[in-house]
């Protein structure tokens, strides 16, 4: 990923991740592919969240730009980067942005000591004031997609009641968010 020529920015993508939720931004010192900046935010009464700053640039073939998310709880970090990673060299990869409430599984658990082995982009808990990337015009020139880590059996519910269903079946996003679960 580090050799890909980049996209044209916008102004309207940095500005969006590092004035969400209203909180400022800790920037981690670690970069995805050398050109994607992550920040770590704590939005008032939500999870942690790392977001990306620079997936946007990444040249895909369809589809609008995207920025990246993954809510985790504290301690959990490392758990969104590799999301992060395995997301941006998709895209750089395949030009494509990832598949929107479609889970990506895997056969393996890709986190060491876990059961999740799959991710699914979906929309996040703030719905369109994080999801929206606006221009000064206020017209949406993106998106920001949050990651789900899931187990295989939370993919497979997932592929077939969608992701509001799996929140239902398993009472909130918050209970979707510790890695380490059964």
Do not use: Y
């Amino acid at each position: 990923m580090t050799d890909l020529p980049l996209a044209p920015s916008q102004d309207a993508f940095p500005t969006h991740v590092f004035d969400a939720f209203g909180v400022p931004p800790a920037v981690l010192d670690e970069r995805i592919g050398g050109s994607v900046m992550v920040v770590a935010k704590q939005p008032v009464d939500g999870p942690l969240t790392l977001l990306t700053a620079g997936v946007s640039r990444l040249p895909v073939d369809a589809g609008p730009p995207v920025e990246l998310a993954v809510e985790v709880v504290e301690g959990q970090e490392g758990a969104a980067l590799v999301a992060l990673r395995i997301v941006c060299d998709d895209i750089a990869v395949n030009r494509r942005t990832p598949p929107f409430e479609t889970p990506w599984r895997n056969r393996e658990p890709f986190l060491s000591g876990t059961r999740i082995s799959a991710i699914m982009a979906t929309g996040s808990r703030w719905g369109a004031a994080l999801d929206d990337v606006l221009d000064p015009a206020g017209d949406v020139v993106g998106h920001v997609r949050t990651l789900r880590l899931l187990t295989d059996a939370e993919a497979q519910t997932a592929s077939s009641v969608g992701w509001s269903g799996l929140v239902e079946q398993v009472g909130s996003v918050d209970a979707l968010l510790d890695v380490t679960r059964a």
